[in-house]
């Protein structure tokens, strides 16, 4: 009989909650799977051994839920997140119609001139919150009007998002408090009418896909939620850590900014780092073995991104933010059938506000960040920084060559 890995620590816990990258270590070193006693699941959390598990979804399913909490997964939610097989494939399709790398190459131009006015006006100014005010910016105001929601939807799409991500974590205070405000956004998209969305907007699309006969009506009321809580917090939590590391790593802005051409890498690398989305689950539709440590039929497994993004056997150092190393095959964004489908646009979103970081600001300073408490979620919920101008080039469009 194999012997099963125990981790007996407390994933929930304020203090893992502030700092999970020491368990996470621990679950690494224990083995490919690991038994969580106190949450009654198994946690997979190297990198090898997650992205097998994100490609093994005929084995571990999404369709019974990807909360760690069982009175979540026995909703009926008729979405892309927690669906399998072709009923997946048929909602991703029609979710991601309008993120097409044509759409997106078609909305770059705008991103540009929002991330350009931003950063004119905060290298103006003096101390500003990031959290608030750079890395929510273009989610806030692009994302959501593209998505076209009502005034009430756009008005509360930040708090319904982080109430989401809580409740599909360990059930404790926060799931509680958060509880309310996810069945608020249920009632909202299930009492979506065609008439209080823009006719043009990512949602409305979803309406039309229902007219065709490709979704159900269910179906493209409760897919906005795909749309609300990926699109947000995410970005804007990976956003303000990118900030953060390039305040507080000077040298690597400086390299960034006698090389741009490393900004792409420069934002997987954040990503990689910042991890906004620490786990989900999967429930195990067969038995599953992971690199030779059996788990069987009808367990529940959590497969913990942001430990699988710090591997050591992966990343050499992988705590130190290194703009050079470019590790396009991190996890930050999921991987597999079930990787985030919105993740072209975030990593558009964070090139853009790098860039014109780059073309038009000497120095980030940053202070003292203060955490998001999340159950799921990972982040900053404030930040306070100031841009200065750079005094030796003039302040540049993106791609506009320097002077």
């Given at each position: 009989?194999?012997?099963?890995?125990?981790?007996?620590?407390?994933?929930?816990?304020?203090?893992?909650?502030?700092?999970?990258?020491?368990?996470?270590?621990?679950?690494?070193?224990?083995?490919?799977?690991?038994?969580?006693?106190?949450?009654?699941?198994?946690?997979?959390?190297?990198?090898?051994?997650?992205?097998?598990?994100?490609?093994?979804?005929?084995?571990?399913?999404?369709?019974?839920?990807?909360?760690?909490?069982?009175?979540?997964?026995?909703?009926?939610?008729?979405?892309?997140?927690?669906?399998?097989?072709?009923?997946?494939?048929?909602?991703?399709?029609?979710?991601?119609?309008?993120?097409?790398?044509?759409?997106?190459?078609?909305?770059?131009?705008?991103?540009?001139?929002?991330?350009?006015?931003?950063?004119?006006?905060?290298?103006?100014?003096?101390?500003?919150?990031?959290?608030?005010?750079?890395?929510?910016?273009?989610?806030?105001?692009?994302?959501?009007?593209?998505?076209?929601?009502?005034?009430?939807?756009?008005?509360?799409?930040?708090?319904?998002?982080?109430?989401?991500?809580?409740?599909?974590?360990?059930?404790?205070?926060?799931?509680?408090?958060?509880?309310?405000?996810?069945?608020?956004?249920?009632?909202?998209?299930?009492?979506?009418?065609?008439?209080?969305?823009?006719?043009?907007?990512?949602?409305?699309?979803?309406?039309?896909?229902?007219?065709?006969?490709?979704?159900?009506?269910?179906?493209?009321?409760?897919?906005?939620?795909?749309?609300?809580?990926?699109?947000?917090?995410?970005?804007?939590?990976?956003?303000?850590?990118?900030?953060?590391?390039?305040?507080?790593?000077?040298?690597?802005?400086?390299?960034?900014?006698?090389?741009?051409?490393?900004?792409?890498?420069?934002?997987?690398?954040?990503?990689?780092?910042?991890?906004?989305?620490?786990?989900?689950?999967?429930?195990?539709?067969?038995?599953?073995?992971?690199?030779?440590?059996?788990?069987?039929?009808?367990?529940?497994?959590?497969?913990?991104?942001?430990?699988?993004?710090?591997?050591?056997?992966?990343?050499?150092?992988?705590?130190?933010?290194?703009?050079?190393?470019?590790?396009?095959?991190?996890?930050?964004?999921?991987?597999?059938?079930?990787?985030?489908?919105?993740?072209?646009?975030?990593?558009?979103?964070?090139?853009?506000?790098?860039?014109?970081?780059?073309?038009?600001?000497?120095?980030?300073d940053v202070g003292e960040p203060e955490l998001a408490w999340n159950n799921v979620l990972q982040g900053f919920s404030v930040l306070p920084a100031r841009l200065h101008?750079?005094?030796?080039?003039?302040?540049?469009?993106?791609?506009?060559?320097?002077?």
């Amino acid at each position: 009989m194999a012997i099963r890995p125990v981790f007996a620590g407390d994933l929930g816990s304020r203090a893992h909650l502030r700092d999970p990258y020491p368990a996470y270590r621990q679950i690494r070193d224990l083995g490919s799977a690991v038994w969580l006693p106190r949450r009654r699941m198994w946690a997979i959390g190297r990198f090898d051994d997650v992205r097998a598990a994100l490609r093994a979804d005929s084995f571990l399913v999404s369709g019974r839920g990807v909360a760690a909490n069982s009175v979540i997964n026995r909703m009926t939610n008729p979405i892309t997140l927690t669906s399998d097989g072709d009923v997946h494939v048929r909602r991703r399709e029609a979710l991601m119609r309008p993120m097409t790398p044509g759409r997106l190459k078609e909305l770059r131009p705008r991103l540009e001139r929002e991330a350009n006015a931003l950063v004119a006006e905060l290298a103006s100014g003096g101390e500003f919150d990031a959290m608030a005010r750079f890395a929510s910016h273009l989610p806030v105001t692009v994302v959501a009007e593209l998505v076209g929601l009502s005034a009430a939807g756009r008005a509360n799409m930040l708090r319904w998002a982080a109430a989401t991500f809580n409740i599909l974590g360990g059930i404790n205070a926060r799931w509680f408090a958060s509880l309310p405000r996810m069945l608020g956004l249920r009632r909202y998209v299930f009492g979506l009418r065609r008439e209080t969305l823009a006719p043009d907007g990512w949602a409305a699309r979803l309406f039309q896909a229902a007219d065709a006969g490709v979704l159900s009506r269910d179906e493209a009321q409760a897919m906005v939620i795909d749309y609300v809580a990926p699109a947000l917090d995410t970005t804007i939590l990976a956003t303000g850590q990118m900030l953060w590391r390039l305040g507080t790593t000077p040298d690597a802005f400086a390299a960034l900014r006698g090389e741009p051409e490393l900004i792409p890498g420069a934002v997987n690398e954040s990503v990689r780092l910042a991890s906004p989305i620490r786990s989900f689950t999967r429930y195990a539709a067969q038995d599953y073995v992971a690199d030779g440590v059996p788990i069987p039929k009808g367990s529940r497994v959590l497969v913990l991104f942001a430990s699988a993004n710090r591997d050591e056997r992966r990343y050499t150092d992988p705590d130190r933010f290194d703009v050079r190393r470019n590790p396009r095959d991190h996890v930050g964004w999921g991987h597999g059938p079930h990787g985030c489908a919105g993740m072209h646009l975030a990593r558009m979103e964070m090139e853009v506000l790098l860039e014109s970081l780059v073309a038009n600001v000497e120095r980030i300073d940053v202070g003292e960040p203060e955490l998001a408490w999340n159950n799921v979620l990972q982040g900053f919920s404030v930040l306070p920084a100031r841009l200065h101008k750079a005094v030796d080039r003039r302040p540049t469009a993106i791609g506009e060559k320097q002077v």
